[in-house]
């Protein structure tokens, strides 16, 4: 299993609708749904067998570590992100919380999760 952030954007389901249609291997997102996700587009995939969704915010270290945990995924693809230019100017706040925080405690419930992987797990993450 893969693990994809960021999955109602526009990179992350295009990700998602690709990963799905060349791959067998299931794919675990997670996205916070702002204002930029849009779950319709993620609407063709929903009941695939291999696609599991869940709505987070990768500032919750805490909950991102127990999804990691329940799902063990090989890989992680890191696509959430406050992306709008012209937003950043009127609200720079909303973008150093989740692209500056939450990419940290993003990195630093993945990097706690794959320190306690076992060797192999470990070198192939
Ligand atoms: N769109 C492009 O052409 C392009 C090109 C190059 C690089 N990128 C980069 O790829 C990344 C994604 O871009 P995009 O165009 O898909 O952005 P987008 O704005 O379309 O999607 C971002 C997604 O992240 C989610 N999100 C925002 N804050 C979150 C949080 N705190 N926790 C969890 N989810 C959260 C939103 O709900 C949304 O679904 C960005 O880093 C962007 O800079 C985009």
Avoid at 20 to 49: C, F, H, I, K, W
Wanted: proline fraction near 6%; glycine fraction near 6%; charged fraction near 15%.
């Amino acid at each position: 299993m893969i693990f994809l952030t960021g999955a109602a954007g526009f990179i992350g389901a295009n990700f998602v609708h690709q990963w799905l249609g060349q791959m067998d291997e299931p794919v675990l997102v997670l996205d916070a749904l702002t204002y930029a996700g849009n779950l319709e587009s993620l609407a063709p995939v929903a009941s695939d067998p291999r696609y599991h969704f869940a709505q987070l915010d990768i500032c919750d270290r805490p909950a991102v570590a127990a999804l990691l945990a329940q799902h063990r995924p090989r890989a992680l693809l890191h696509f959430a992100a406050e992306s709008h230019v012209d937003r950043s100017i009127h609200g720079p706040g909303d973008f150093i919380r989740t692209n500056v925080q939450g990419t940290f405690e993003l990195l630093e419930a993945t990097r706690a999760y794959w320190a306690a992987l076992p060797a192999p797990e470990k070198a192939a993450f």
